[in-house]
């Protein structure tokens, strides 16, 4: 059974500071990892996707990396605003038919962001 | 595009009722996800479908809880009946279908059963 750990539980950091999210995977079978940010009260929203056969994929000032083998992936932030204070989860797809379009979510790291 | 669309956003009722959770994904997205997030067991995959058609439904807790999707733009999740440990945050998601498509989630409907 697929089990996601997301480390720090939760992080709290200086306006302008760069900050890393870990996120680590059992089973290295999977097709996606996605990175979701939620904010307090509000559904989930998707930050990055990064398929199975690829490393990392970056947007604005995020970068998130995969290591499929090792099962483990980062979330960079880079120059960390009080915006960004949110939950953020990471979520895999196992491979296979039956495993079907399943995420399986981590609990999540809590960042705020202190102006 | 208005995202997806959950009703009610909070739901209060007494144990034993029935409440019925409705959710209206994206237009075009032909999979729909019911979760259940709470603080003990974090988020939760409920059941799935696909083109309107239940793929998956192993982690509907108990025969208590039942979907339907009677059409591409209308689902509900229903507890009959309820219980306490059933107040959670349930939310709907879509999707366009293919694995390597990112979900969309609704706001999501806060259920207290007293």
């Known amino acids: 059974k697929q089990e996601v750990t997301q480390i720090p539980a939760a992080l709290s950091v200086p306006e302008g500071e760069n900050l890393v999210l870990n996120c680590s995977f059992t089973?290295?079978?999977?097709?996606?990892l996605q990175w979701f940010r939620q904010d307090p009260g509000k559904g989930l929203t998707s930050l990055l996707l990064?398929?199975?056969?690829?490393r990392e994929q970056t947007s604005g000032r995020l970068n998130a990396s995969l290591d499929k083998s090792s099962g483990r992936s980062t979330l960079y932030i880079a120059a960390s605003q009080p915006g960004d204070s949110a939950t953020y989860l990471c979520?895999?797809?196992?491979?296979?038919?039956?495993?079907?379009?399943?995420?399986?979510f981590g609990a999540g790291t809590i960042l705020r962001v202190k102006s | 595009d208005a995202g997806v669309i959950q009703s009610p956003r909070h739901e209060v009722t007494e144990m034993g009722q029935e409440v019925t959770l409705r959710c209206k994904p994206i237009s075009g997205h032909n999979s729909l996800f019911w979760y259940r997030q709470t603080m003990m067991r974090g988020l939760e995959l409920l059941i799935y479908f696909n083109n309107n058609v239940p793929i998956d439904d192993s982690g509907m807790p108990e025969d208590r809880f039942s979907a339907k999707m009677p059409n591409a733009s209308f689902s509900t999740l229903k507890i009959q009946p309820s219980e306490p440990r059933d107040s959670a945050v349930y939310f709907c998601?879509?999707?366009?279908?293919?694995?390597?498509?990112?979900?969309?989630f609704g706001n999501g409907t806060r259920l207290t059963v007293t």
């Open positions: 990064i398929q199975s056969s690829q």
């Open positions: 998601a879509s999707s366009p279908g293919t694995v390597n498509s990112p979900l969309h």
């Open positions: 089973d290295s079978a999977i097709y996606n």
């Open positions: 979520a895999v797809i196992g491979e296979g038919v039956m495993r079907g379009n399943k995420l399986v």
